[in-house]
């Protein structure tokens, strides 16, 4: 665990190797998965500039090599340099953006779309433009706690979007 649901936010995080869930545990033990980052990406940063404590976990996936700086040394950073500060709020932007962009696609309650919107922000996040290029890293597990999808849903949802040459599948791994 790299920080508990409702601790105080004390240090910026960024990953360097490993995988990181922003996760919420629900009744009966039900995970809803708000997001994964992964090798450089930044976990949880957005609650250092927020007077409120973290409204998720941070769970380890994996072994992991993560950096940590105080809160008080990255405002410090931020201010000695309009660059890199510029590059942080771009980063915010667009990771605020797909926030958006997915949660609106939680209302669907196609499947196929939810899916399809998660797996376009992947792919896109990777730069990879070509057809079934992008193998997802994920579990259909991982996948189902993304959406908030049962994990059968997620396996008959593939099978279709499969048929529907939206998707490949090769020895279990589905290619976006």
């Known amino acids: 665990m790299l920080f508990a649901e409702n601790s105080a936010p004390a240090y910026y995080f960024q990953i360097k190797t490993g995988k990181v869930k922003l996760t919420n545990f629900q009744i009966e033990n039900r995970e809803f998965i708000q997001s994964i980052q992964q090798k450089g990406e930044s976990v949880g940063e957005i609650f250092l500039f927020s007077k409120h404590n973290y409204p998720v976990?941070?769970?380890?996936?994996?072994?992991?090599?993560?950096?940590?700086?105080?809160?008080?040394?990255?405002?410090?950073?931020?201010?000695?340099?309009?660059?890199?500060?510029?590059?942080?709020?771009?980063?915010?932007?667009?990771?605020?953006y797909f926030s958006y962009i997915f949660l609106n696609s939680l209302t669907s309650e196609d499947a196929t779309h939810q899916l399809l919107t998660?797996?376009?922000?992947?792919?896109?996040?990777?730069?990879?433009?070509?057809?079934?290029?992008?193998?997802?890293?994920?579990?259909?597990?991982?996948?189902?706690?993304?959406?908030?999808?049962?994990?059968?849903?997620?396996?008959?949802?593939?099978?279709?979007?499969?048929?529907?040459?939206?998707?490949?599948?090769?020895?279990?791994?589905?290619?976006y």
């Open 118 to 175: 998660l797996l376009k922000h992947l792919k896109d996040s990777q730069n990879k433009t070509d057809r079934f290029s992008y193998k997802i890293p994920y579990t259909r597990k991982e996948l189902a706690f993304l959406t908030g999808l049962r994990i059968e849903t997620v396996i008959r949802t593939f099978k279709k979007m499969e048929s529907e040459n939206l998707v490949k599948i090769v020895r279990g791994r589905v290619y």
């Open 57 to 96: 976990n941070a769970v380890l996936m994996e072994d992991c090599t993560i950096f940590k700086l105080e809160r008080s040394k990255l405002l410090k950073l931020l201010a000695s340099d309009f660059e890199i500060q510029m590059k942080f709020l771009n980063y915010l932007a667009e990771r605020t």
